[in-house]
């Protein structure tokens, strides 16, 4: 069994825990590393280049408004928890995403690490 100490995934250890089977370890690495996930995280890095600063529900809106009907099988569908989700890897283990110390309808405002602190 993995300890929390010894994952070298610090996400992965968030996601199962010390007294988890191995294959509980290798499912929280494949959640946060497939397909789906990864082109979920690049639109969201997209959607903040192009818009600056945004909150969750904002991100969401963008990102249901860029799955056009014909492009739908190359955008996957994601719900605002999916985009919650991915946001909190984007700025707890890839660093690329930070809070910018607003917030906009009760909502953390969230900007790309390299505009926010230029």
């Known amino acids: 069994m993995h300890t929390h100490g010894t994952s070298t995934d610090a996400g992965n250890a968030r996601m199962s825990h010390r007294h988890d089977p191995d294959t509980s370890h290798e499912a929280a690495k494949r959640a946060r590393t497939g397909r789906k996930v990864v082109m979920i995280r690049g639109a ?3 959607i903040l280049s192009e818009h600056g ?4 529900r904002e991100i969401h809106r963008h990102y249901e408004e860029g799955r056009e009907p014909g492009l739908l099988a190359a955008i996957p569908d994601a719900d605002l928890l999916d985009i919650r989700r991915r946001l909190t890897e984007l700025k707890l283990d890839e660093r690329r995403v930070v809070d ?8 953390a405002v969230m900007g790309l690490a390299e505009e926010v602190a230029a």
């Not at 600063?53 to 969750?56: E, N």
């Not at 910018?100 to 909502?107: A, E, H, M, Y």
């Open 53 to 56: 600063p945004l909150t969750a």
């Open 100 to 107: 910018t110390g607003t917030r906009r309808n009760g909502q």
């Open 44 to 46: 969201i890095l997209g």
